[in-house]
């Protein structure tokens, strides 16, 4: 079985402050980990996502996320917040197998600071 | 990149009545497809695996004579919400595989049933 758990429902950061988005992952098997935003009403835009390749992945509008194994973490960063970074992220996790599906984290709320 | 629609993208609806929602992949193929389900400021919930020629696998919970689900072709899945009620008011998304460890998603439906 699969999970995630993403630590802080609400997080708030100040605009140009460092952005850090908690997610450790439950997996029995090597897993493909993603991170996404979601902006209000629409759909899921994928940020990043960690594939079993290089353990610090770079994503879109400056995110960063980086694969521990040993602590079973993917965390989120952005080094200088935007207030357009202000969203719902989601972490998730997949098996390696094509069809495998995706079980998201139950979200994070980010709210930037003026 | 990949993109993936739904149609229509708002319902309102009376209760008692159906709704299909349409999932399309637009510029590639995709045997499997996923549909969720999202309540306000809550996760993602899966429902169901869409698999094109065959029966869809429903998650634990989910009804299957509630929410039929045809995936007729490579392109297109359709989940229809029978005998809609206003328990059944979400916003729901699919997604499409298109390769290992990638999947896109719709922008969603949001289904209002009054």
């Known amino acids: 079985a699969q999970s995630v758990t993403q630590l802080g429902s609400h997080v708030s950061v100040s605009e140009g402050a460092l952005v850090l988005l908690r997610c450790n992952y439950s997996?029995?098997?090597?897993?493909?980990l993603f991170w996404y935003v979601q902006y209000p009403n629409q759909g899921l835009q994928l940020l990043l996502k960690?594939?079993?390749?290089?353990?610090l992945v770079k994503g879109i509008n400056g995110f960063e996320a980086e694969f521990k194994k040993s602590e079973t973490s993917f965390h989120l960063t952005k080094p200088s917040a935007h207030m357009s970074d202000a969203a719902e992220y989601f972490c998730?996790?997949?098996?390696?197998?094509?069809?495998?599906?995706?079980?998201f984290g139950k979200g994070t709320r980010l709210h930037i600071l003026p | 990149g990949a993109v993936v629609s739904q149609h229509p993208s708002r319902v309102i609806c009376k209760s008692g009545t159906s709704v299909k929602i349409e999932c399309r992949s637009l510029?590639?193929?995709?045997?499997?497809m996923f549909w969720y389900r999202q309540f306000p400021k809550q996760s993602l919930m899966l429902m169901a695996t869409?698999?094109?020629?065959?029966?869809?696998?429903?998650e634990q919970g989910v009804e299957k004579d509630k929410f039929l689900i045809n995936h007729a072709s490579l392109t297109l899945s359709t989940l229809t919400v029978t005998s809609a009620h206003p328990e059944d008011s979400s916003f729901y998304i699919c997604?499409?595989?298109?390769?290992?460890?990638?999947?896109?998603f719709g922008p969603g439906t949001r289904l209002l049933v009054l």
């Open positions: 997604s499409a595989i298109a390769g290992v460890g990638t999947q896109y």
């Open positions: 997996s029995s098997v090597p897993p493909y």
């Open positions: 960690y594939t079993s390749a290089a353990t």
């Open positions: 998730a996790v997949s098996g390696l197998n094509r069809d495998d599906k995706i079980i």
């Open positions: 510029d590639f193929q995709a045997t499997t």
């Open positions: 869409s698999n094109e020629g065959s029966k869809a696998t429903y």
